[in-house]
């Protein structure tokens, strides 16, 4: 199993790209140690990092969605639960400003 290693800028074993995102997912999920992500996905934006990290644990699944802005980093939380609702705002959100 390639390393999930979201912490540098470089291209990784795994890592796939496209234009604007590397992800990685992860081939077998019952194989991963327990901090190890089941699915990645970083984002570049100007100078900020996005990592998007699909994780697990004995409460169950979550997103952690980390920025990262010149080494300082910010992350958040999203239980699977809320997932719909937070992509359905997101998407609300995204029709709003195309229309400014």
Known sequence: ???LSPLTDSPLPGWA???????????NPGERMGSDPIASEK???????????LKENQ??????????VG???????LPAAAF?????????????EAKL
């Open 1 to 3: 199993m390639p390393t």
């Open 17 to 27: 790209e496209t234009k604007t995102a590397k992800y990685m997912m992860n081939d």
């Open 43 to 53: 984002v570049a934006n100007d100078r900020k990092i996005f990592f998007l990290d």
């Open 59 to 68: 409460r169950g699944r979550f997103l952690k969605i980390t920025e990262d």
């Open 71 to 77: 080494g300082r980093r910010d992350t958040i939380m």
């Open 84 to 96: 719909k609702d937070f992509l359905e705002a997101l998407q609300r959100l995204v029709e709003f």
